[in-house]
C-alpha cells in the first residue's frame, strides 16, 4: 500500500496500481489500503470505481478516521455535504469546499471558505498546487484549476 501511494505521487501510474492491487489480494480487508486505492481510482481518472472503494473502506470500518471522509468527499467528485462534515471540516476540505461552491454557482459561501483556507495557508498557490499535484489525466488537473480559479483563489 505504502509502495502504491509513493509510486502514485511519482506518477508511475501502472506500477502503483499494480501495488495496490497487491496490497488488497493479500489483504482484502485492509480498510485503509481500500481507501488508499479509492484515492488512487480518483487520481486516475476513475471516480465512480473509487466510490464504489471508498464504500467498501466504510464498511470494513464502520467507524474511520477523519481522513476517509476526506477522501471521500474527494471520490465524490467535491461533494458539498461530505466535505462539510465535521470530521472533515479542516484545511484540505476548505480548499476542496470553495471549488465545489464556486462550480456551483455559490458565491458568497464561496468567499467564506476561500477566506477561511487562505487564512490557515496564507502562501497556498494554484502554482504551487500543480507542482505537487498527482493527476493522471492533464483534463482532471484543469478541472481543478479551473475551480480554483473561480473560487478566488491566487494564482
Avoid at 505521487?9 to 502503483?16: P, V
Avoid at 456551483?104 to 498546487?129: C, H, N, Y
Wanted: glycine content about 4%; some cysteine; proline content about 5%.
Amino acid at each position: 500500500m505504502a509502495l502504491g501511494w509513493v509510486l502514485t505521487y511519482e506518477s508511475r501510474w501502472d506500477d502503483a496500481e499494480l501495488q495496490y492491487v497487491s496490497a488488497l489480494r493479500h489483504n482484502p480487508n485492509d480498510a485503509d489500503a481500500t481507501m488508499f486505492y479509492a484515492d488512487f481510482l480518483v487520481i486516475s481518472g476513475k471516480p465512480q470505481d473509487a466510490v464504489e472503494a471508498a464504500a467498501k473502506a466504510f464498511r470494513l470500518n464502520p467507524r474511520p478516521p477523519s481522513w476517509y471522509y476526506w477522501l471521500l468527499g474527494f471520490a465524490h467528485g467535491l461533494a458539498v455535504a461530505t466535505l462539510r462534515r465535521e470530521e472533515t471540516y479542516r484545511t484540505a476540505s476548505r480548499r476542496m469546499l470553495a471549488v465545489a461552491l464556486a462550480l456551483l454557482g455559490r458565491i458568497s459561501e464561496v468567499q467564506v471558505e476561500a477566506k477561511l483556507f487562505l487564512a490557515t495557508s496564507p502562501r497556498w498557490r494554484i502554482s504551487s498546487w500543480l507542482e505537487i499535484a498527482a493527476c493522471k489525466n492533464p483534463k482532471d488537473a484543469q478541472v481543478w484549476i479551473d475551480g480554483f480559479r473561480l473560487a478566488g483563489l491566487p494564482e
